[in-house]
Nanobody, 129 residues
Framework: QVHMVESGGGSVQAGDSLTLSCVVS????????MAWFRQAPGSDREGVAR????????YYADSVKGRFTVSQDNAKNTLYLQMNNLKPEDSGMYYC??????????????????????WGQGTQVTVSS
């Protein structure tokens, strides 16, 4: 079973940058569709970015395009989310999510949180104006 741990959240000012990390348990970092989601208090969980391990990024939410970048370090079994020019509306709990599938095309289809069966514990991002 996939196990993941996120880190890198914090409290920053608008315009600052943060990099979130999601370390995936060894021996399971293949055949994974992975995504970053975020959830603000009182709001639904929304998808931020999505990637199939070993492929280029598939999806960015319109609100983060040009500011956020998802990347992977296969040697470290780690997924990253580089967040630049942060805005107060980026605040929330950020989660790493995964679904094991050997069909990469599945990951290219539109996804909701219910499509993913493994979640990290989340890391909090707070952006002040």
């Amino acid at each position: 079973q996939v196990h993941m741990v996120e880190s890198g959240g914090g409290s920053v000012q608008a315009g600052d940058s943060l990099t979130l990390s999601c370390v995936v348990s060894e021996s399971t970092y293949v055949g994974l569709c992975m995504a970053w989601f975020r959830q603000a208090p009182g709001s639904d969980r929304e998808g931020v970015a999505r990637i199939y391990i070993g492929h280029s990024p598939i999806y960015y939410a319109d609100s983060v395009k040009g500011r956020f970048t998802v990347s992977q370090d296969n040697a470290k079994n780690t997924l990253y989310l580089q967040m630049n020019n942060l805005k107060p509306e980026d605040s929330g709990m950020y989660y790493c999510a995964a679904k094991r599938t050997w069909k990469s095309e599945w990951c290219y289809e539109e996804k909701t949180p219910r499509d993913f069966d493994t979640w990290g514990q989340g890391t909090q991002v707070t952006v002040s104006s």
